[in-house]
Nanobody
């Protein structure tokens, strides 16, 4: 069983930066496929970024060039560095963990077996 705990959310002005973290416990973190999703009020959960055990990363078009996902296997932690934030980035950000290999797309929430409780990110205009 993998437990995920996000932290680092908060309020930031448009154009600012924020880094959210996700600490994992249980299982073998270095084998996990990790991702960030987000969900704004009255909207569906959407894919933000993913990173594989081999450090390959994938980004949603909306955040490409502004967000960077990374992982520190020694600390069992995955990060999402968010720069040039926009009001439309406001959402609850969720960390997700999946198996090392999977048949579903990395942007498919069903690929992931474990989810954190989420951390709120609010970008003011």
């Amino acid at each position: 069983q993998v437990q995920l705990v996000e932290s680092g959310g908060g309020l930031v002005q448009a154009g600012g930066s924020l880094r959210v973290s996700c600490a994992a416990s249980g299982g073998t973190f270095s084998d996990n496929f990790m991702a960030w999703f987000r969900q704004a009020p009255e909207k569906e959960r959407e894919f933000v970024a993913s990173i594989s055990w081999s450090m390959d990363s994938v980004y949603a078009d909306r955040v490409k060039g502004r967000f960077t996902i990374s992982r520190d296997n020694a600390k069992n932690t995955v990060y999402l560095q968010m720069n040039s934030l926009k009001p439309e980035d406001t959402a609850v950000y969720y960390c997700a963990a999946g198996r090392k290999y999977g048949s579903r797309r990395v942007s498919d929430p069903l690929r992931y077996n474990y989810w954190g409780q989420g951390t709120q990110v609010t970008v003011s205009s």
